[in-house]
């Protein structure tokens, strides 16, 4: 999705605030992180759809909200989607009716740490898909600018870059989410350099990574 | 030295508030109130999860991760093999960590690490991300003029040294191994690694 959450290489948003040096300044940007978490397994929704989501809100709120309000935002349209809570309890903050979650049950404090602790298996076996590109390779990105969820981000689409290093086989967001594309797919570590990105613009000396799936790639 | 761990507000100018934030904290609360009150959620399980990250996770595990690697050549050619075992060996694991690539600075290369895209952070090795990480300014400027923006934190890099910027658009997280400063032979592990700060780890700052 060509959204303002795509934000490499925009110009317009002025110096860096190194000054807002937190990760949490309120007490309420801890619950909405917590929620999202905890509420993740139950709906159910996985970082893919969380963040397909907070990309879905329109421009101009995604510039103006908090971070984590955005986070919140997010939860709320995945507990809607799924038919667990509706806008009329958010807007008075009261339950008003029953959540059907089929045989799912919240997931206790120690069960989710437990979890966080242990991650999330996401890479599959190296030949489990065959591999397309190796080391060394050079590679044109894909211009397709798809309307669903993408890893694709607009500053490299149609540039040329290297391939630095094959990274194994991975789930493929645009399909886990759009239903898009095959499900399980090689990802790469692709280098650009700057001039190729940024033309006269660029800074000297400068190499920009990024991890590109297999199917954002053709030989070039 | 910035001895900030990263959690909390940092000492200096106060955070201004946005007058919109009154009604994120209310929107908080009502999606809290509502999924308790339906049964989706365990309110201790919110507490749980909330420590968990503030006591953890943090950069002081990827500080140990780095000193180990200044003083134990062989665990750093590993770190830098296989970032992910390595660091696993260590104790620090999870979300947003099951694969990590620990990219080294040296004289020749300098290292700096972003998610245009989201937020996406190392966070066994780092916890959740500062505010500027995620903020517009630092996303959409950092891979067109890494140099400017280095050079806002305070950092010149000199144009002979390459810059190299780390976009986390997959599921590779980025860890930056620091340069050792000199001049620390005599110090053991545990005060290297009181040197190491989170951004040099990010690679917005030297250590």
């Known amino acids: 999705m060509d959204g303002i959450h795509d934000m490499g290489g925009m110009h317009g948003f002025g110096r860096i605030p190194i000054e807002d040096d937190y990760v949490f300044d309120s007490d309420w940007q801890r619950r909405s992180f917590a929620l999202a978490e905890a509420l993740a397994p139950i709906t159910p929704f996985g970082t893919d759809e969380h963040r397909q989501a907070i990309e879905r809100i329109p421009p101009s709120d995604y510039l103006k909200l908090d971070y984590f309000e955005k986070w919140a935002v997010a939860t709320e349209s995945l507990l809607k989607q799924a038919g667990h809570i509706s806008q009329d309890e958010l807007d008075v903050g009261a339950k008003l009716f029953h959540a059907d979650v089929g045989d799912r049950s919240p997931v206790t404090g120690p069960e989710l740490v437990q979890a966080m602790k242990q991650g999330v298996p996401l890479k599959f076996p190296d030949d489990s898909q065959p591999q397309r590109f190796s080391e060394g390779d050079v590679v044109l990105v894909s211009s397709e600018s798809p309307y669903l969820h993408t890893r694709l981000p607009r500053y490299v689409r149609g540039k040329t870059g290297l391939v630095a290093s094959a990274e194994g086989v991975f789930a493929f967001p645009d399909a886990a989410v759009g239903g898009v594309g095959a499900p399980r797919q090689h990802c790469y570590t692709v280098a650009f350099s700057s001039e190729t990105l940024w033309g006269r613009e660029a800074e000297p000396n400068e190499v920009i990574h990024l991890d590109l799936w297999e199917s954002y790639l053709e030989p070039a | ?207």
């Open chain 2, 1 to 207: 030295m910035n001895n900030n761990d990263g959690l909390g507000k940092s000492d200096g100018e106060p955070h201004t508030h946005d007058p919109s934030e009154k009604g994120a904290a209310r929107r908080v609360q009502a999606l809290e109130e509502v999924a308790i009150a339906k049964g989706l959620v365990d309110p201790q399980a919110l507490d749980e999860i909330i420590e968990y990250y503030e006591r953890e996770t943090g950069p002081r595990n990827g500080a140990s991760v780095v000193a180990k690697a200044w003083v134990e050549p062989d665990y750093k050619t590993w770190l830098l093999g296989n970032g992910t075992e390595a660091i696993n060996h260590l104790g620090f694991s999870g979300f947003q960590g099951e694969h990590i690539k620990v990219v080294e600075n040296t004289h020749e290369v300098h290292n700096v690490v972003v998610c245009t895209l989201c937020s996406c952070y190392p966070w066994p090795v780092l916890g959740l991300a500062p505010s500027w990480y995620k903020s517009s300014a630092y996303r959409s400027r950092v891979v067109r003029e890494p140099r400017s923006v280095l050079s806002e934190f305070g950092l010149e890099v000199p144009d002979e040294v390459r810059v190299e910027v780390w976009d986390s658009t997959a599921e590779v997280r980025y860890l930056v191994l620091p340069q050792r400063p000199p001049g620390t032979n005599d110090l053991t592990e545990a005060e290297l690694a009181g040197l190491v700060t989170r951004n040099g780890m990010i690679g917005t700052a030297l250590v």
